[in-house]
Each structure stands twice: as structure tokens, then as C-alpha cells.
């Protein structure tokens, strides 16, 4: 199965997925799965925060003194430091307890909150991990039908941001997310949502 998958969205915005490094992407911005504490942790987190160098930890020690905490579902933005992106958006996602503490609200108020961070910042191009799928246990076909149905009423409106990427860690949750993107299709036929060849 092709790793590199692209759809278009609406008339001018597409979406893809593929399976990456987070840390190389070369999109305006990358979306840090962070924790409240934003001082860095580990999976994409720690991942970023190398990569970025210690400039990336500095400036979240600055938010974090301006407004302590970063409640689940909020995002805020820093430079890139040392990674090719120019921004990280830094969002905490929901830890999962069953669904029923509001996990599918909170999960995409993550992507509309980071969204809205890179339009503010005129960026054309934004990538995004699988929010909450890790340490945070959320089911990963949940989490992928959340993300993608959040990004694609997203991009029904013409805004900054034409392209969001989808950097996957492995195939299992490549193949959740295409699995997502086509029932997506199947259920909404309302959003303009078709494949696109690369």
C-alpha cells in the first residue's frame, strides 16, 4: 500500500498522509503532541524538542511563566529554532479514559486551536502528528476519524493554510488514518473531499 497518500479538499486545499519524521518536515509549521507542562517529554514531544535544540525549551519556559499551565485542547506557538518548519504549535491533547470525559471534543478543539494558530500566522502549510495515540492511549481509529473530519470541515472555507500533512509514526497508523479518510467520504458526501494521484 502506497505510504504517500493525498485528497483534495474542497477547490484549492489538500490533505495528506504519509509516514515521517515530524522533526523533518518542511511545512511553515509542525504540531508538537505536547504535555501541559510544555517543557518537553518523550515520543513526538522529546522528539521535537531535540531536534529543535534548547532555543524550542527556552521559549516555552517563557509561556509557561506568562500563563502557567496549557490546559487539553489549547495550543499555543513558538518559533521553529533549528527545524526547518519556521513554528511549532504546541497542543495537549486528551488523556483517554473510555470517551466519556469529553476526549472527542477536547481532541478536536486541538487540531480547530491549531488551525487557527497557523492562520493567524499566515502559514500556507501545517503537519500534524496523530494527536493523543501514544502515551495518552487514545484508540487510534477514533482519534483519526476526529482529526480528519475536524481538519476537513477546516479546509471547506478558503483560509492561510492550503496543505495539512498528516506524519504518521508506522503503518498501523497510516492504515487507521486512510481506513478514517474514506468512511469520512462514504458518510459525509457533503465535503468536498476526492483522492488526488501525486
Given amino acids: 500500500m502506497a505510504s504517500?497518500?493525498?485528497?483534495r479538499i474542497g477547490t484549492k486545499s489538500h490533505v495528506e498522509l504519509i509516514i515521517s519524521d515530524i522533526t523533518d518536515e518542511t511545512t511553515d509549521a509542525i504540531v508538537n503532541a505536547a504535555n501541559s507542562t510544555l517543557l518537553g517529554g518523550g515520543g513526538v514531544d522529546g522528539a521535537i524538542h531535540r531536534a529543535a535544540g534548547p532555543a524550542l525549551l527556552?521559549?516555552?519556559k517563557k509561556i509557561r511563566a506568562q500563563r502557567g499551565s496549557l490546559p487539553p485542547g489549547q495550543a499555543v506557538s513558538t518559533s521553529g529554532a533549528k527545524l526547518t518548519a519556521k513554528y511549532v504549535i504546541h497542543t495537549v491533547g486528551p488523556v483517554w479514559h473510555?470517551?466519556?470525559?469529553n476526549e472527542p471534543e477536547t481532541l478536536a478543539s486541538c487540531y480547530r486551536e491549531s488551525l487557527r494558530l497557523a492562520n493567524e500566522l499566515k502559514c500556507a502549510s501545517i503537519s500534524f502528528p496523530s494527536i493523543s495515540?501514544?502515551?495518552?492511549?487514545?484508540?487510534?481509529?477514533?482519534?483519526?476519524?476526529?482529526?480528519?473530519?475536524t481538519v476537513v470541515e477546516h479546509l471547506q472555507q478558503p483560509r492561510s493554510v492550503i496543505l495539512v500533512r498528516f506524519v504518521l509514526f508506522d503503518s498501523r497508523t497510516h492504515d487507521a488514518?486512510?481506513?478514517?479518510?474514506?468512511?469520512?467520504?462514504k458518510d459525509s458526501p457533503g465535503l468536498q473531499v476526492r483522492s488526488e494521484p501525486l
Fill in 58 to 60: 527556552e521559549q516555552c
Fill in 177 to 185: 488514518y486512510k481506513v478514517a479518510f474514506e468512511k469520512l467520504r
Fill in 4 to 7: 504517500h497518500l493525498r485528497y
Fill in 133 to 149: 495515540t501514544g502515551a495518552f492511549g487514545y484508540p487510534v481509529h477514533d482519534a483519526a476519524q476526529v482529526a480528519l473530519r
Fill in 98 to 101: 473510555g470517551g466519556e470525559a
